[in-house]
Each structure stands twice: as C-alpha cells, then as structure tokens.
C-alpha cells in the first residue's frame, strides 16, 4: 500500500515508518517538525513538511499522493501543558484532524489508523480496563483525543471512511536505528536513562503511598514496534472501532528503576516527591480485542527487553537526534 503518515518525524510514527518500509510498502511522512525530528525520518520515506492547520494544504497533499490509508500520529502530548494551555490541545489535536478527516473523504482515502490514548479514560473504574469502560478524560489532553475518535465514528457512518483508533498505555523502547527524543522529556524511562547518561543526578518518584505493593504506581508499558505491528494489522483489517494496546500486565515505577539499574549497571539514585494530582494507582490494559480481531501477537511482553533495547539506543545516541 501506499500509506501517508502524519506526525511520521515523531518517536511512534518514525518506527512505525520503518516498519511499514520493511514490510514493503510506500511511505508519505507529513510532519510539521516543530517536535519531531527530520534525522529521524527513514530515507526510504518520502518527507512532505507541512501542517494540519493548512486545510488547503493537507488537501493538495493527499489530492497528489493518491494514499490507499492514512496513519495518523501527529499531535501534542503533554498532558500537564494541556491543563494550563487547552486550547492548543483542541485546535492541534482535534481542529487539525478534521482538516485531514475531510481531505481525506474529498480525495477517497479508504481508511484510517488513529493514534489515540489510554488517557480517554480518565480513573477507569476496572483494571485491567476494558474498551467497554467509560470514557471519562480528566484532562484536554485525553479530551481532545476522545472527540476525534468521536468524529472518526460519525465519518464512518456517515462518508464511509474506515477507521481504527488504538489507544496506546505506555508506549516506550526503540529500534535498532530510532528511539525516543522528546524536547523536553516526561516519559519515565527515557528519564529514568538520563541518570547513566550523566544527563541528570537522579529520578524523581512522584507518590510512595499508594495502594500498590511497593507504594508506587503501576503502569502498562508497550514496546513501540509492537505499536508498529498493531498499526499495519489495523490497516490491513476489516474491522472498524477502538482497541486497547497494551501488555495486560502492570509494572511499577520502582520496578522499572530497579531493572534500569540491573541492565546499566548504574545506582540510579532515586528522590521521593508528592503525588501528582489525577495520577491513577493502577493503570493496566486489556488487549484480547486487539489480539483476536486484529491478530496481534507483541513480541516485547517484559519492561526488561523493553529497557534494553532503549537503553542500547541511547547509549549509541546519548544526545538523541542532535549531531
């Protein structure tokens, strides 16, 4: 297939470009590089810059590039800047997208894969969390990402245009060649790396007093080229809706320090802080609908081959996609 990936100079959707080159297909990345990075763009890939703000321009995009499916990654991400800043989650992350929603039925785009989030949620009343839970998002973030996969349904019902929105838990790992370089960084284990790096003196824990074994919180993390698997299975599917993509299992914070520590070699010296407000005790994903309708099989099921494979990236690009 012909694909166009939004958001395709960014850690998910750089991977997942990679992926869909090696197993044969033609990649349009369309980014607008204000977080993503052109290095980190597969050369077998053609790069458009451009924004989902140009309604024309996205339309000329796919009027040109003719793409059987779109991938769609790009978006803002902070949840903490989306409560002091929601209006530039809204417009970016939900305006944007149906600038590309219409060019997409304007130019008879068959289908299109959604990067959604665990964060549609909100504090899920069952974990492991169900795709039947309520949506309940208690942030602009997870908000703006909710009613685009709103829009996807009425799109569907309405001009036909297929869609599968995966809302991912914690996406984290990296590639033999791409990895994770955030400006700045809040994902907990490229932070936690940066202590071996020498980039910082230590990691802060926010909450020891919750309800888990160790007093930490538990998450569901999920190594990004199964992410990548899961985007081409939900292209190439027949099914439209919204699945779970996560491992089942939970780790906690302390955990994942402890084996950062085994596998680097290094103390990684930790500092307890308060909790932060609207942070769950347990997050943990169900996945069968993704396993069965789908038929994905994710092949990095432990925080261990998950740490290594982004500890053995950094350790060749300490200072990530700058020369």
């Known amino acids: 297939m012909k694909i166009l990936v939004t958001g395709g100079a960014g850690f998910i959707g750089s991977c997942c470009t990679e992926y869909l080159l090696d197993h044969g297909h033609q990649v349009v990345v369309y980014d607008s590089l204000a977080h993503g990075h052109r290095a980190a763009v597969d050369p077998r890939a053609r790069l458009l810059v451009g924004n989902l703000a140009d ?3 996205i339309h000329a995009v796919l009027a040109a590039e003719k793409p059987e499916g779109i ?4 978006a803002f991400i902070e949840v903490g800047e989306s409560m002091r800043d929601p209006g530039k989650y809204f417009r970016n992350n939900t305006v944007c997208g149906l600038n590309l929603l219409d060019a997409a039925v304007a130019c008879g785009v068959r289908k299109i894969v959604f990067s959604s989030t665990a964060a549609v949620y909100g504090m899920p009343a069952h974990v492991p969390i169900p795709e039947k839970e309520k949506t309940e998002p208690i942030n602009p973030y997870g908000e703006s990402k909710l009613a685009f996969e709103r829009m ?10 297929e869609y599968v929105a995966l809302r991912y838990f914690n996406a984290a790992g990296a590639t033999a060649k791409l990895g994770e370089d955030h400006r700045p960084e809040s994902h907990l284990i490229p932070l936690i790396l940066q202590v071996p790096l020498g980039k910082r003196e230590s990691i802060s824990i926010y909450g020891d007093d919750y309800a888990t074994l160790d ?3 538990i998450r569901d993390y999920v190594h990004v080229l199964d992410l990548a698997q899961a985007h081409l299975l939900a292209l190439e599917s027949r099914y439209s809706g919204s699945f779970n993509l996560g491992s089942g299992s939970g780790v906690s914070v302390l955990e ?7 596998i680097t070699g290094h103390p990684i010296p930790v500092l307890f802080a308060p909790r932060r407000a609207g942070d769950p005790p347990r997050l943990i994903s169900e996945s069968d609908a993704a ?5 994905w099989k994710p092949q990095y099921e432990d925080a ?12 060749k690009h300490p200072n990530g996609y700058e020369e």
């Open 256 to 262: 994942i320090v402890e084996t950062a520590r085994r």
């Open 304 to 315: 261990e081959a998950i740490i290594r494979s982004a500890w053995s990236w950094f350790q």
């Open 55 to 57: 309604r024309e321009g």
């Open 291 to 295: 396993r069965r309708k789908l038929g």
């Open 71 to 74: 991938i769609h990654f790009a």
């Open 152 to 161: 996807l349904r009425w799109y569907r019902e309405i001009h036909g245009l």
């Open 215 to 217: 007093g930490t919180c």
